[in-house]
């Protein structure tokens, strides 16, 4: 309930996600019992998405080895250290506002996966109304 409320009695707005605790709980009991389990949901969010990429791109890795397997039988923690090094690398660029490309490429690459789940189903679905008539 604190942590959801953006605006304080008074109608201060709070920009920033540590104001919020500041603002509802005081300075020194906001900083105390509120901010940490702020700060574990947010390290939690990024070990969790960091290994989550790493599993992706080491699946994308195994699609890719079509004729021996044996070479491809990689551990997961090279693939989350090559996504933190991509992510530290990404975040040294000076201008963020000038990566529109990136929110244009996630949105072309959702736009794909529906068509792809969408002729998939249709397919399925083809297929087995061609077993049951045919």
């Known amino acids: 309930m604190i942590i959801t409320q953006t ?33 574990g949901v947010m390290v939690g969010l990024g070990i ?6 790493g599993q992706s791109l080491k699946a994308l890795s195994q699609d890719w080895c079509f004729y021996d397997a044996s070479q491809c039988d990689q551990g997961l923690t090279g693939w989350i250290f090559v996504f933190g090094c991509l992510q530290v690398l990404l975040s040294q660029l000076p201008n963020f506002h000038g990566l529109w490309w990136v929110s244009m490429l996630g949105a072309v690459t959702s736009c794909m996966y529906t068509c792809i789940a969408a002729f998939a189903s249709a397919a399925y679905i083809g297929m087995l109304v061609w077993v049951v008539v045919g």
């Open 48 to 53: 969790t998405y960091t290994v989550t990429a």
């Open 7 to 39: 605006t304080h009695s008074s109608s201060y707005q709070n920009l920033l996600l540590i104001q919020t605790p500041h603002t509802h709980a005081g300075p020194r009991l906001g900083l105390w019992l509120i901010v940490p389990f702020q700060v």
